[in-house]
């Protein structure tokens, strides 16, 4: 699954590609959670382990893509 970030005062974006057994709704409940503390920081680990973290108050948008699993590719896609 894709998460994109938004940074508030930059036209780049951070994408991290989280893990495959990562569900849905804890990724949604956990940026949740971070984006109501103020001064906060989200804090994401990517398939490789890596931890990434933005400031709360630098975060313009969250994006979360399709789990791998309802992905379609070819000619079968919507």
């Known amino acids: 699954m894709d998460v ?41 680990t990517d398939r490789k382990g890596r931890r990434v973290g933005v400031p709360v108050a630098k975060v313009a948008y969250v994006e979360i893509g399709a789990p791998a699993t309802e992905r379609r590719v070819g000619f079968g896609a919507p």
């Open 4 to 44: 994109r970030i938004g940074i508030a005062q930059s036209v780049k974006e951070l994408e991290v590609e989280l893990g495959d057994g990562v569900e849905r709704d804890a990724v949604l409940e956990e940026i949740d959670q971070a984006l109501k503390a103020a001064d906060g920081v989200l804090w994401l």
